[in-house]
């Protein structure tokens, strides 16, 4: 697959039924670890950064740490941005060089939303970005670790309308959507089996390419049956901050006089790259490069 777009990917994914995790990362180490895992599972890479993670890393750093990568290991490494609020904020990331957006309308009334998707699609193009992600329905949740505290309860307003979806896909024109089936962002201390019916009749309406939010905590046999059943996105965020924060707290519990990051950090760099061959593992990436 050299030289293929991250949309080739996903229609490789599509047809195989696998799918690439997005790992979101904030800085040079997480990104590391990402990489070391990809690079030992032969797994192509996509790599993601929040708003607030891109406020920190800078969106030119994280194009061009991802750049070197790229030339370092060859492995095909791709960068979304990830919930972008505004049309403004990802055309910064598309100037900056990102290879893919995500379009997070989902707090703007839908007709809103549809419109402002589309100029991001226009301007995205433009660009040679081939993805761009939409979203109408907001998945729940935090970006942390919430595990002493129940999940929301649901109710099927909460989920995504298959008939909405349609809509939306074709009068935005764009490329993948973010559904609400169930997934939360963040960790839970309960969980919610996923609405893989209501997986199936989006996928029915002829929906492609489907992205999954909140990837951390869901069970790993219901994230193999969404992937069956046309999701080719699952986006990783919690899980990294908990394996390299806590490895980063163990490393300076145990070596209270260090100082030296490159003394302190190799811990947490290892355990990012455990948790991201994990999610390599559970959807399938290995050897798809
Ligand atoms: P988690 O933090 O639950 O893994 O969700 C990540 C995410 O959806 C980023 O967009």
């Known amino acids: 697959m050299k030289g293929k777009s991250l949309k080739d990917y996903f229609a490789n994914a599509r047809k195989e039924k696998w799918a690439l995790a997005q790992f979101n990362v904030s800085c040079a180490e997480q990104l590391q670890g990402v990489v070391e895992a990809g690079v030992q599972a032969r797994s192509p890479l996509l790599v993601g950064t929040s708003e607030g993670d891109a406020g920190f890393f800078t969106p030119s750093l994280a194009v061009n740490l991802v750049a070197f990568w790229k030339k ?65 329905s907001e998945v729940p949740g ?26 939306f896909m074709k009068k935005s024109g764009v490329d993948t959507l973010a559904v609400m089936v169930g997934t939360l962002h963040g960790i839970f201390k309960t969980t ?73 950090l190799p811990k947490s760099v290892a355990a990012v790259k455990q948790v991201v061959l994990t999610w390599i593992g559970i959807c399938g990436s290995v050897n798809k490069i």
């Open 192 to 264: 919610q089996p996923l609405n893989i019916k209501r997986l199936q009749e989006i996928a029915l309406r002829g929906i492609q390419f489907l992205v999954l939010h909140g990837g951390s905590g869901t069970p790993e046999q219901e994230l193999k049956e969404a992937i069956q059943e046309g999701v080719v996105k699952v986006n990783v965020s919690t899980d990294l901050r908990v394996a390299f924060t806590n490895a980063l707290k163990e490393s300076m519990r145990e070596n209270p006089a260090e100082i030296a990051p490159y003394n302190l």
């Open 72 to 136: 370092e290991t060859d492995l095909p490494i791709f960068l979304n941005f990830d919930h972008g609020k505004s049309y403004e904020v990802l055309e910064r990331a598309a100037l900056a060089g990102y290879d893919a957006l995500h379009f997070d309308g989902s707090r703007f009334p839908l007709e809103e939303n549809i419109t402002i998707a589309k100029r991001v699609v226009e301007m995205a193009r433009k660009h040679h970005i081939s993805v761009v992600e939409g979203e109408f």
């Open 142 to 167: 935090g970006h942390s670790d919430l595990h002493n505290q129940e999940a929301p309860v649901l109710t099927d307003q909460d989920y995504t309308d298959s008939v909405v979806a349609a809509e």
